[in-house]
């Protein structure tokens, strides 16, 4: 094999390979490639396996955050990808790596952050692991489970089909990545509602669409005077106008929902939306079919490598 | 809070703290504090969870190890905590940290190293995550299960009986902490064979035997002739017994199980376990009343703090 760099391949070219390389088992109906992984189960329920880890001056900077933010965030970006799947998130085990000099409060806080989430949604914390490491970061590997045929795949998608967002996009460097309210409730609605496909945005707008309509092998058309902006966004463009897209649309760690739903269905839930929900729910364009390249440029987004 | 330091309070100290900030949780049998959280799961079985990371230079070295190595390590340690509960290991998700630069061809023998150990187990790889940092670690988590009744706790010794180990100890530094065979089979046959407590041996045999007997609130005799000494710890040792004994009860990553088990139904285990395993069986001591300390020194083994 060539000394091919992690940097040339990407952080997704890299998991096509790592998918390639791992086998397929009875028992596991979405392996690696979504936002969690679906295992069979029993009595009528199935299983959402995942694991995310955030790591010092990458996912945080000590600086900027509190100990209790950094175990927030470890734990809200695993309920993120559960939400993505209309998951119940049940279970979860947290490793956390620190220098040897850390002080216990720091420890205490980050608890009390990872505490505050878990009781929130009844997630089970049940084990860990402490290692030592010269920067902080930490892995969470979380379990949910969903009725049967009721996991929302990043797959599944058909032309005609609505595309909806959660929330506002861009701009959460500014502080929402630290502070998000992981979409688990909304997610559930979803599911229970028909969607055809959903992602949580994790690594930009953009990039997430892409990766939603390339699973389905379809395209997407989006009006981009429709995406809902957040002020954090207007805030880093200063006044202008389509800067602050461009926050909205490539920034990432917006840890919203982006899914797919016929229009009729759309129709309904918009209906039961505003009764149950105070977050925002935007139609933004609609699942076509592939032709060529998509009708809005499809930008980096982030990539870890 | 005064401002604690991690190494005043000790990894152990710590995980009892954090065991404290958490709350207990309905459908959680066992949570914090053994070597796998035991899971109510449906239809008789249990489930069972656990994550553990290792960190380059404190768990492997880039020089000593070789990708392939350092990814069966990675999973390894983990289906060791497995075969600690008796249980079998179902499904694996895999987070891997590593700096920008780092050649494909190390990520590809990481994998490689997590695959011939995933299939030799039955374990399927379901999913994972990808990190950038400035140095290699990897976290796994594990899902697996047991038939309800039989997970093997920590707790459970009894006054009485005999305390037994698997394989040999002491100088795992020079090699087989990277390529150990993680003890799948030998541990579902002792927890159907009626063991009473069990954990592998990690942070050193003298330390897990004392988490084994303090969870248990109980004591133990050894016979310190009778701990089988691994050749790599006598080479250590350079012929000094003594040092070679203490390779075998202090060095850690042994990853072999250490149980308790009366002394009729260790007879029936003994008869039986010669036709079904290689791996060495030993009787080392046994289970006492509490009275004040043990009656073998208690050193340190190791800690991350």
Known sequence: MKARSLKSLGEFG?????????????????????????????????????IDTIVEDVDFRKRDATPQQIGWKALAVNLSDIAAMGGIPTAAVVSLTMPRNTPLRFVKGFFDGIKRLSDRFGVALVGGDLSRGSKISSSVAI??????????????????DVICVTGRFGGSILGRHLTFAPRIAEGRFLATSGVTSMID?????????????????????????????????????????????EHALY???????????????????????????????????????????????????YQHF
Do not use: C, Y
């Open 14 to 50: 890299l998991i096509d390979l790592i998918r390639k390389w791992t086998p397929k088992h009875r028992n596991v109906l979405r392996g690696i490639g979504d936002d969690a992984a679906v295992l069979r189960s029993t009595r009528g329920r199935t299983q959402l396996l995942s």
């Open 143 to 160: 379990l949910g489970e969903v009725p049967r045929n009721q996991a929302t795949l990043r797959s599944g998608a058909r032309v005609g």
């Open 201 to 245: 945005v994790s690594d930009g707008l953009m990039q997430d669409l892409g990766h939603l309509v390339s699973s389905s092998k379809l395209a997407f058309q989006m009006d981009a005077t429709k995406i809902p902006v957040t002020s954090a966004a207007k805030r880093l463009a200063r006044g202008n106008r389509a800067r602050a897209l």
């Open 251 to 301: 920034d990432g760690e917006d840890f919203e929902l982006l899914f797919t739903i016929s229009s009729k269905r759309f129709a309904r839930v918009e209906q039961h939306w505003k009764k149950r929900f105070q977050t925002p729910l935007t139609a933004i364009g609609r699942i076509v079919r592939r032709k060529g390249s998509p009708s809005v440029r499809s930008g980096q987004g």
